[in-house]
C-alpha cells in the first residue's frame, strides 16, 4: 500500500497549476496511481471550480464593456471543434537493462533521451525545461544501491515500479518520497527499481570516498 503522498499543500497548489512542470507531473503520475490522492484532487477541484463561480470579479468581467470586444475570442475557442476533440493516450513501453517497462501516462508524450548507464545505475533525463529542477527516468538494477548522501537543495522519487529500501523504510509503486538536505539515506535495490525523480540539485555524499562519488551525484542530478 503506498503510504507516502504529496502534502494537502502540494496537491492544493497542483489543483491550481501552480506547481514547477516537473513537479506537476510528478503529482499527476502519483495521482493516477494513488486513489486516495485522486479523490483529494477532485474534492479540491470542486471546492476551486466552486468558487471561480461565486467569485464576483467574474461577474464585473461579464459587465465590462470591453468584454463585447472580447467575446469574438471567446466564441472561436467555444466554436472551434478540434478542441473538443479527445486523444487516447497510447501507453508507451520502455527497455532498461533488458527489462520491460509501462510509462505512467503523464510521462507518455512527453520525450526522454537514452539511457546511459554507471554500474547498476541507469538515467535517462525526461525532457522537462524547468530552471534548476531536472527530472530523470532512473533504475537501479538488482542488488544496487546509491551511496548514502543528503541533499543540497531536494530530492523527489516517486517509485513507478520495483521496490527500495533505505533507512526509513521500504517504498512501494506510487510512493512520493520528498527528501532535503535534513535527510541522510542510502537507497537498496533487491530486485531492481524504475524511479522518477526530480533533484534540484548535485546530491552530497556524507562518507569518504565523497571524491569518487561526485561523478555518481552529477549522474544522478
Ligand atoms: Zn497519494
Redesign the pocket.
Known amino acids: 500500500m503506498?503510504k507516502?503522498?504529496?502534502t494537502d499543500e502540494i496537491l492544493s497548489q497542483f489543483v491550481s497549476a501552480d506547481l514547477p512542470a516537473s513537479l506537476n507531473v510528478a503529482v499527476a503520475i502519483?495521482?493516477d496511481?494513488?486513489p486516495?490522492?485522486?479523490s483529494?484532487v477532485a474534492a479540491l477541484e470542486a471546492t476551486k471550480a466552486n468558487h471561480v463561480f461565486t467569485d464576483e470579479s467574474i461577474e464585473d468581467i461579464l459587465d465590462d464593456e470591453d468584454f463585447e470586444g472580447s467575446s469574438a475570442l471567446f466564441d472561436a475557442i467555444t466554436m472551434d471543434e478540434s478542441i473538443d476533440d479527445v486523444y487516447e493516450v497510447q501507453p508507451k513501453n520502455i527497455s532498461v537493462n533488458e527489462q520491460d517497462y509501462l510509462l505512467p501516462r503523464s510521462l507518455s508524450r512527453i520525450a526522454h533521451s537514452k539511457f546511459m548507464q554507471m554500474g547498476k545505475l541507469s538515467r535517462s533525463r525526461v525532457a522537462l525545461d524547468d530552471g534548476p529542477l531536472r527530472s530523470s527516468l532512473l533504475h537501479i538494477a538488482a542488488g544496487g544501491e546509491i551511496p548514502e548522501h543528503t541533499h543540497t537543495g531536494f530530492e523527489l522519487t516517486l517509485l513507478l515500479d520495483g521496490e527500495f529500501s533505505d533507512e526509513s523504510g521500504d517504498y512501494v509503486p506510487?510512493d512520493?518520497i520528498i527528501l532535503d538536505g535534513r535527510h541522510d539515506h542510502t537507497p537498496i535495490t533487491k530486485e531492481g527499481c524504475l524511479c522518477f525523480t526530480v533533484v534540484s540539485s548535485a546530491l552530497h555524499f556524507n562518507k569518504g570516498l565523497s571524491k569518487l562519488l561526485n561523478p555518481i551525484g552529477n549522474f544522478i542530478y
Request: aromatic share 8%; proline share 7%; glycine share 8%.
Open positions: 503506498i507516502h503522498h504529496p502519483h495521482v496511481m494513488c486516495c490522492c485522486k483529494k506510487g512520493f
